[in-house]
């Protein structure tokens, strides 16, 4: 189960992060989970944002958000981070944690590559 916190109303230039908690099964470890942040927003298609491994925690972004956008994980804490900042209204969206133990690199942008997702949050960014 994941649980998406942070979302909210911000002014174009400003910041939000975005948290997301994953309730792990038993026998299983968070940090074995490729965690990411997918977005749609009204009248799009759902959109990949950026997604880190597991064992490197190596970043992926998409084009639209890089040098904006930072995820960030905390193993021990079994959360996920999307830092947002020069926020634009283009970014506003609902904002979707996802999760899966078994993704390749070449797959991290894929929707279908994730078995679990968050309900999602709503960011909206105001002119």
């Known amino acids: 189960q994941l649980q998406a916190y942070g979302g909210g109303l911000v002014q174009a230039g400003g910041s939000v992060r975005l948290s997301c908690k994953a309730s792990?099964?038993?026998?299983?470890?968070?940090?074995?989970?490729?965690m990411g942040w997918f977005r749609q927003a009204p009248g799009k298609e759902r959109e990949f944002v950026s997604a880190?491994?597991?064992?490197?925690?190596?970043?992926f972004y998409a084009d639209s958000v890089k040098g904006r956008f930072t995820i960030s994980r905390d193993n021990a804490k079994n959360t996920v981070y999307l830092q947002m900042n020069s926020l634009r209204p283009e970014d506003t969206a609902v904002y979707f944690c996802?999760?899966?133990?078994?993704?390749?690199?070449?797959?991290?942008?894929?929707?279908?590559?994730?078995?679990?997702w968050g309900q999602g949050t709503q960011v909206t960014v105001s002119s």
């Open positions: 996802v999760a899966d133990a078994q993704v390749i690199t070449s797959s991290v942008f894929r929707p279908g590559s994730y078995e679990y």
């Open positions: 792990i099964a038993s026998g299983r470890s968070f940090r074995s989970y490729v």
């Open positions: 880190i491994k597991t064992s490197d925690s190596r970043p």
